[in-house]
Nanobody
Framework: QVQLVESGGGLVQPGGSLTLSCAAS????????VAWSRQAPGKQRELVAV???????NYTDSVKGRFTISRAYATNTVYLQMNSLKPEDTAVYYC?????????????????WGQGTQVTVSS
Protein backbone atom coordinates (compact mmCIF):
# COMPACT_ATOMS: atom_id res chain seq x y z
CA GLN A 1 0.00 0.00 0.00
CA VAL A 2 1.36 3.36 -1.03
CA GLN A 3 1.33 6.20 1.46
CA LEU A 4 2.61 9.75 1.12
CA VAL A 5 2.69 11.63 4.42
CA GLU A 6 3.28 15.37 4.47
CA SER A 7 4.47 17.33 7.48
CA GLY A 8 5.95 20.71 8.34
CA GLY A 9 3.03 23.01 7.67
CA GLY A 10 1.94 25.71 10.06
CA LEU A 11 1.45 29.41 10.65
CA VAL A 12 4.25 31.75 9.64
CA GLN A 13 4.59 35.50 9.26
CA PRO A 14 5.12 37.10 5.85
CA GLY A 15 8.78 36.89 4.91
CA GLY A 16 9.27 33.77 6.99
CA SER A 17 10.29 30.25 6.02
CA LEU A 18 8.95 26.73 6.30
CA THR A 19 10.19 23.35 5.14
CA LEU A 20 7.64 20.74 4.14
CA SER A 21 8.50 17.04 4.13
CA CYS A 22 6.90 14.16 2.27
CA ALA A 23 7.76 10.67 3.42
CA ALA A 24 6.82 7.77 1.16
CA SER A 25 6.14 4.15 1.92
CA UNK A 26 5.22 1.46 -0.57
CA UNK A 27 7.06 3.14 -3.44
CA UNK A 28 10.60 4.20 -4.13
CA UNK A 29 10.59 7.91 -4.80
CA UNK A 30 13.66 7.86 -7.00
CA UNK A 31 11.80 6.17 -9.87
CA UNK A 32 8.87 8.61 -9.76
CA UNK A 33 8.47 12.24 -10.60
CA VAL A 34 7.51 13.94 -7.34
CA ALA A 35 5.72 17.22 -7.01
CA TRP A 36 4.24 19.62 -4.52
CA SER A 37 0.90 21.10 -5.41
CA ARG A 38 -1.34 23.45 -3.45
CA GLN A 39 -4.94 24.50 -3.23
CA ALA A 40 -6.08 27.77 -1.71
CA PRO A 41 -9.70 28.36 -0.66
CA GLY A 42 -11.88 29.00 -3.66
CA LYS A 43 -9.07 28.28 -6.13
CA GLN A 44 -8.06 25.37 -8.31
CA ARG A 45 -5.22 23.12 -7.28
CA GLU A 46 -1.94 24.12 -8.92
CA LEU A 47 1.45 22.52 -9.33
CA VAL A 48 4.09 24.38 -7.36
CA ALA A 49 7.30 22.42 -7.85
CA VAL A 50 8.34 19.20 -9.55
CA UNK A 51 11.49 17.11 -9.37
CA UNK A 52 11.99 14.60 -12.16
CA UNK A 53 13.49 11.13 -11.88
CA UNK A 54 16.78 12.63 -13.11
CA UNK A 55 16.70 15.40 -10.54
CA UNK A 56 15.60 18.20 -12.89
CA UNK A 57 13.45 20.81 -11.19
CA ASN A 58 10.58 22.95 -12.39
CA TYR A 59 8.64 25.64 -10.54
CA THR A 60 5.56 27.68 -11.13
CA ASP A 61 6.50 31.30 -11.83
CA SER A 62 5.08 32.69 -8.59
CA VAL A 63 7.52 30.68 -6.42
CA LYS A 64 10.69 30.78 -8.54
CA GLY A 65 13.64 31.99 -6.50
CA ARG A 66 11.78 31.41 -3.22
CA PHE A 67 10.97 27.67 -3.12
CA THR A 68 13.32 24.72 -3.56
CA ILE A 69 12.32 21.09 -4.05
CA SER A 70 14.79 18.35 -3.15
CA ARG A 71 15.07 14.61 -2.57
CA ALA A 72 16.73 12.54 0.14
CA TYR A 73 17.25 9.15 -1.43
CA ALA A 74 18.37 7.44 1.77
CA THR A 75 15.15 8.27 3.59
CA ASN A 76 12.77 8.19 0.60
CA THR A 77 11.69 11.74 1.40
CA VAL A 78 11.06 14.85 -0.68
CA TYR A 79 11.25 18.34 0.75
CA LEU A 80 9.95 21.77 -0.17
CA GLN A 81 11.97 24.60 1.30
CA MET A 82 9.85 27.76 1.23
CA ASN A 83 11.46 31.14 1.85
CA SER A 84 10.16 34.72 1.70
CA LEU A 85 6.64 33.46 2.20
CA LYS A 86 3.74 35.68 1.17
CA PRO A 87 0.09 35.69 2.23
CA GLU A 88 -0.82 34.41 -1.24
CA ASP A 89 1.18 31.24 -0.50
CA THR A 90 -1.51 30.27 2.01
CA ALA A 91 -2.96 26.92 0.95
CA VAL A 92 -3.09 23.23 1.66
CA TYR A 93 0.07 21.72 0.21
CA TYR A 94 0.03 18.21 -1.23
CA CYS A 95 2.77 15.78 -2.13
CA UNK A 96 2.28 13.89 -5.40
CA UNK A 97 4.15 11.03 -7.05
CA UNK A 98 3.73 9.99 -10.66
CA UNK A 99 5.22 7.53 -13.09
CA UNK A 100 7.53 9.43 -15.43
CA UNK A 101 5.22 9.66 -18.44
CA UNK A 102 7.10 12.87 -19.19
CA UNK A 103 9.91 14.76 -17.46
CA UNK A 104 7.45 17.02 -15.61
CA UNK A 105 4.03 15.37 -15.48
CA UNK A 106 0.89 17.46 -15.58
CA UNK A 107 -1.19 17.70 -12.44
CA UNK A 108 -3.72 15.09 -13.57
CA UNK A 109 -0.96 12.58 -14.35
CA UNK A 110 0.10 11.92 -10.77
CA UNK A 111 -0.74 8.48 -9.43
CA UNK A 112 -0.41 9.03 -5.69
CA TRP A 113 -1.41 11.88 -3.41
CA GLY A 114 -0.86 12.71 0.22
CA GLN A 115 -3.48 14.09 2.59
CA GLY A 116 -2.03 17.57 2.60
CA THR A 117 -0.60 19.96 5.15
CA GLN A 118 -1.89 23.48 5.84
CA VAL A 119 0.39 26.45 5.32
CA THR A 120 -0.88 29.81 6.54
CA VAL A 121 1.09 33.00 5.96
CA SER A 122 -0.30 35.81 8.06
CA SER A 123 0.78 38.52 10.45
Amino acid sequence: QVQLVESGGGLVQPGGSLTLSCAASGIIFSIYAVAWSRQAPGKQRELVAVISTRGDRNYTDSVKGRFTISRAYATNTVYLQMNSLKPEDTAVYYCNAGRPRRRFPFLHEYDYWGQGTQVTVSS
